[in-house]
């Protein structure tokens, strides 16, 4: 069966980076890309970017261009984002899913969601 | 506020018929760009329930359906249970932002 699992929660202070993993099983891992996407408390979902399994290629949310890296580990199946000078609106749960931006198939398979929580 | 535009809540009483739309623009739905929904109930992460304009993943009821026309999208919901309370949210994809969108999502209650 498909599953996305995640890093646990983490709590970082201010100017902090913080880098979550999301290891994939279940399928061809370079056959979908990743997309990652985060959810403030008690708001909606933002779509971050995503990131080529197979290709490597990244596209980010223009508001985190300069701050985040979307990566992936072919030889363990993983995709990591990294978030860099971390403010406290970045405080949110993080989420990867099976899928890009444009297909046609939406993003099917979700991971469990981690907490990033920013504070001094 | 989203590139793509939903009501902020929705409501119905057990049985009943709703509908959530989602309005977006030529840059996007009007692009031709699939439209997808995704429901997200309390506590838990979101779940795929639509995709590609109308079609269900296997295991959504076919209560369920979605439907797509010129710039916006809609999301229909038939017998209306008190397990489908929830946010939706519409997804699409931006072609001058060259990103995905979310819409803004729509809270569901079942009176």
């Known amino acids: 069966q498909v599953q996305l699992v995640q890093s646990g929660a983490e709590v970082k202070e201010p100017g902090a980076s913080v880098k979550v993993s999301c290891k994939a099983s279940?399928?061809?891992?370079?056959?979908?890309?990743i997309t990652w996407v985060r959810q403030a408390p008690g708001q909606g979902l933002e779509w971050m970017g995503w990131v080529g399994t197979y290709s490597a290629k990244t596209n980010y949310a223009q508001r985190l261009q300069g701050r985040v890296t979307m990566t992936t580990d072919t030889s363990t199946s993983t995709a990591y984002m990294e978030l860099r000078s971390l403010r406290s609106d970045d405080t949110a749960f993080y989420y990867c899913?099976?899928?890009?931006?444009?297909?046609?198939?939406?993003?099917?398979?979700w991971g469990q969601g981690t907490l990033v929580t920013v504070s001094s | 506020q989203s590139v793509l535009t939903q009501p902020p809540s929705v409501s119905g009483a057990p049985g009943q018929r709703v509908t959530i739309s989602c309005t977006g623009s030529s840059s996007n739905i009007g692009a031709g760009y699939s439209v997808h929904w995704y429901q997200q109930l309390l506590g838990t992460g979101p779940k795929l329930l639509i995709y590609?304009?109308?079609n269900r993943p296997s295991g959504v009821p076919d209560r369920f359906s979605g439907s797509k026309s010129g710039t916006s999208a809609s999301l229909a919901i038939t017998g209306l249970q008190a397990e489908d309370e929830g946010d939706y949210y519409c997804?699409?994809?931006?072609?001058?932002?060259?990103?995905?969108?979310f819409g803004g999502g729509t809270k569901l209650t079942v009176l």
């Open positions: 590609g304009n109308t």
């Open positions: 279940g399928y061809t891992f370079t056959s979908y890309d």
């Open positions: 899913a099976r899928g890009g931006a444009s297909t046609s198939s939406g993003l099917d398979y």
């Open positions: 997804q699409s994809y931006d072609s001058s932002l060259s990103a995905g969108v």
